[in-house]
């Protein structure tokens, strides 16, 4: 026997009507009727609101308007669907079948997950952005131990180069190169006593008193996923309504600055003659790493955000079905 879905709800006369169509079908088709109620679940509402009544059976679909022949036929077809494939013994469609009689604790974890998910992804930015800030006021309280382990474990995330990196309770924020040539700060070198150059010692220092010390992640990437926080924040108090961005955009406000800023800094420090004789040696400014960092981090989550919300709604109508079905069933 066939599984006919209706998507309906209350004070739909439209809906009523195709489920006295299909229980005068019911002996020439045997079916089990499903209905699922679209105002018992908001993303079902938005979807189905203007297409009710909706009338899935097997891999077929109809939404109104639509006639009893038409209904008729869906049904038929789909009856014959499912007796061919049990008649051929198709082992895929039987365990598809299984699975369809039992809601499994990984059924009730992603359907969780996907009314969730952006509650989870916040968190892990905040935690992935916020934990490199304690490291510094760890260090500011004697506590040493406990942040060298955040130190290290961000260690292969980020290549937390002094110069390029935030200092917490010291006399600056940020202690550029001098080949950067910001005006009004100390240089790397002067400040620390460190050749502009010592990429290890760079990377190795965690600050001092007088200086302040190294927040564990550089400039660039706090940039990168602060914003991707922020987009995060913001998609979600919209209700998860805003469309993703173009990926030309993506390209042109994401990924060219940051590319730009980046393999120009990159490649101009190689040491190559015929390099610098068409890009001269420089060194990207505070401004410029957070800048093209949080342009990059905005643009890649309002890429990425809203296809992910679309897979996730999928799979939360897939699983409010397959969980109607089976209680039905018991």
């Known amino acids: 026997m066939i599984t006919v879905t209706l998507y309906t709800r209350p004070e739909c006369p439209l809906c009523e009507q195709v489920k006295e169509d299909l229980a005068a079908l019911q002996e020439k088709t045997p079916h089990r009727l499903v ?14 609101l203007t297409e009710i009544p909706v009338v899935e059976a097997g891999p077929y679909r109809l ?10 036929m869906t049904l038929g077809a789909a009856a014959d669907r499912m007796s061919h494939l049990e008649r051929i013994g198709d082992g895929s469609y039987q365990a598809a079948v299984r699975r369809g009689q039992t809601i499994t604790t990984s059924d009730r974890v992603y359907f969780w997950l996907s009314k969730h998910y952006m509650v989870v992804v916040n968190l892990l930015l905040a935690l992935y952005v916020g934990l490199p800030f304690l490291a510094p006021a760890l260090m500011k309280v004697g506590a040493e131990a406990p942040a060298q382990v955040i130190y290290k474990v961000y260690s292969p995330l980020c290549h937390q180069l002094g110069f390029r990196s935030f200092f917490l309770f010291g006399e600056q924020l940020v202690y550029p190169r001098a080949a950067a040539g910001v005006d009004g700060l100390q240089a790397w070198g002067e400040a620390t006593g460190l050749s502009e150059q010592d990429l290890e010692a760079a990377r190795s220092y965690t600050g001092s008193s007088e200086v302040g010390f190294k927040v564990a992640l550089c400039e660039r990437d706090v940039a990168i996923y602060a914003s991707m926080l922020l987009f ?6 919209s209700g998860k309504r805003l469309r993703g961005l173009h990926w030309a955009l993506w390209i042109l406000i994401g990924l060219a600055p940051i590319g730009l800023d980046g ?6 420090q190689l040491g190559l003659p015929l390099v610098n004789a068409l890009l001269p040696y420089r060194e990207s400014t505070p401004l410029l790493r957070i800048l093209t960092g949080s342009l990059f981090g905005f643009a890649t989550a309002w890429f990425g955000f809203p296809p992910m919300e679309e897979s996730m709604r999928e799979t939360r109508q897939f699983l409010v079905k397959k969980f109607a079905i089976v209680g039905q069933g018991d």
């Open 263 to 268: 393999f120009s800094q990159l490649f101009s």
């Open 232 to 237: 995060g924040l913001i998609f979600a108090a």
């Open 63 to 72: 939404k109104a308007p639509f006639t009893r022949q038409a209904l008729e």
């Open 35 to 48: 209905e699922i109620n679209i105002e018992s679940d908001p993303q079902l509402h938005k979807t189905y």
